[in-house]
């Protein structure tokens, strides 16, 4: 078998690609997600799919690369989200509590706790020991790969004053982790939190992050 850090390269969410591939791979997820990858079989991808399992190896392969391609489609998904994300930061903040509180709104319901993002986590803890090279990978193709962008808008925000920070980097995981520290754990596919813990979540997350990088 490949690496998995050698298969990923080959993107998944290639334009043009076939209705079948995609429910093939939406089917494979949701199966992996349930049954970890030891518990998967072709049979079982194929069935939840709709397709006959030969189907599943023609467009896909075997388990093997099947799974390498769920988690590149999911990470890549992720990933396109998170830089959409980012994009909405307020640069030029009116309020900037409550701005940055918005941000930290759609970080949790488009990249922390989306299907993508739950589903993403999910293999990685369930699949970690087996394959160790994945979370690098998802550090290198999906939404880690993104976070030192948000990096760079807190530096921006603290040269026009806005913020004291000396380490934009180590304020943006600090950011990062105070968002998901007070979202609900108990989370599965399908299982959303509600805005209203959302904007729990994000409030607690900012004025916490306020009180320690806030202009004094």
Request: with cysteine; aromatic share 8%.
């Amino acid at each position: 078998m490949e690496s998995l850090s050698e298969l990923i390269r080959e993107p998944a969410m290639q334009r043009g690609q076939s209705a079948k591939r995609k429910c093939i791979l939406e089917a494979a997820t949701a199966v992996f997600v349930r049954e970890g990858v030891a518990g998967a079989s072709i049979d079982l991808i194929a069935a939840e799919a709709g397709v006959s399992r030969q189907t599943v190896y023609n467009h896909i392969g075997d388990k093997e690369k099947l799974f390498v391609a769920v988690v590149a489609d999911v990470s890549a998904r992720s990933s396109y989200r998170l830089i959409q994300t980012i994009g909405t930061f307020p640069d030029h903040p009116v309020n900037l509590e409550e701005d940055l509180i918005e941000f930290a709104m759609r970080l949790c319901s488009n990249c922390m706790c989306d299907a993508d993002a739950v589903a993403l986590r999910t293999l990685i803890e369930k699949e970690g020991p087996r394959y160790p090279e994945l979370f690098e990978t998802w550090k290198q193709y999906g939404p880690g790969s993104n976070w030192p962008a948000i990096a760079g808008r807190f530096a921006k925000l603290a040269h026009q004053g806005y913020l004291e920070i000396e380490d934009p980097d180590l304020a943006a995981r600090q950011f990062m982790a105070l968002v998901n520290a007070d979202l609900p754990t108990a989370r599965e596919p399908g299982q959303e939190p509600n805005g209203a813990e959302i904007r729990k979540a994000a409030s607690n997350a900012v004025r916490t992050f306020l009180r320690a990088f806030g202009k004094r």
